[in-house]
């Protein structure tokens, strides 16, 4: 039966990441390998997606922490059913969707005021005037969805 279990380096040149990233994923428990009888490094298909998934996740800022309490639900040993994976972006999805929210208000809000106190900008006057929205919260609050 032709070996189905992948080195480390067919797993970084696929995923697009660096031998010294699988470690350090291995390293914080985001993903395992084992040893075969050669005593090799080895990994199942599946460690594939994870990668991907976690590069993808670091994209959109979510922490390792955050991505390894979610990988976490996920069974170790054999490869997430198409079930698991559902109840995984189910959990994420809530999590991206207030990202995209904030991305999105940044970049309506980035050439106006994104009420932080400066009243700096012609328009600040409008949306902030007095910096009434410190009242609201801290930082960027109109950004922030905190208005
Ligand atoms: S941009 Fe800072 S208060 Fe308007």
Redesign the pocket.
Known sequence: MKDQTLTIGAVAKRCGVNVSTLHFYEEKGLIKSWRNSGNQRRYNKEVLRRVSLIKAAQKMGITLAEIKAQLSTLKDKTAPSQKDWQRLSENWQQELNNRIQTMERLRDYLSG?????????KV?PL??ED?KLAKKGQGAVLVDGQS
């Open positions: 005021c994104i009420g932080c106190g400066c009243l700096s900008m600040c949306y902030n910096d």
